[in-house]
């Protein structure tokens, strides 16, 4: 089993910076690939960034160059670093992790993971 906790969520001001963390716990190795979707209220759940087991990085394009993933594997944690936050960005983040499924694994689909947190707020008031 896998166990995620996400942490750092609140409430910032739009052009502001908010810093989330996922810690794994269980049978979660450093060659899984751990990403980050975000719901907000009436929307389905969307595809933020992950980065797999080589430090590779991949972006939405509404985020790219104002959020960056990163991890640090001694402590089995992901994080994202939130820049330039826009209202549009409220919802709530949710991390995600799972053993990599080959090439034809597509990681931009909430279904491809199997194991999830339970999800933090992030507010951006305009």
């Known amino acids: 089993q896998v166990q995620l906790v996400e942490s750092g969520g609140g409430l910032v001001q739009a052009g502001g910076s908010l810093r989330l963390s996922c810690a794994a716990s269980?049978?979660?190795?450093?060659?899984?690939?751990m990403g980050w979707f975000r719901q907000a209220p009436g929307k389905e759940r969307e595809f933020v960034a992950v980065?797999?087991?080589?430090?590779?990085?991949y972006y939405a394009d509404s985020v790219k160059g104002r959020f960056t993933i990163s991890r640090e594997y001694a402590k089995k944690t992901v994080y994202l670093q939130m820049d330039s936050l826009k209202a549009e960005d409220t919802a709530v983040y949710y991390c995600?992790?799972?053993?990599?499924?080959?090439?034809?694994?597509?990681?931009?689909?909430?279904?491809?993971?199997?194991?999830w947190g339970q999800g933090t707020q992030v507010t951006v008031s305009s």
């Open positions: 995600a992790a799972d053993h990599y499924q080959g090439s034809n694994w597509n990681f931009a689909m909430p279904g491809e993971y199997a194991y």
């Open positions: 269980g049978r979660i190795f450093n060659n899984d690939w």
């Open positions: 980065i797999n087991w080589s430090g590779i990085t």
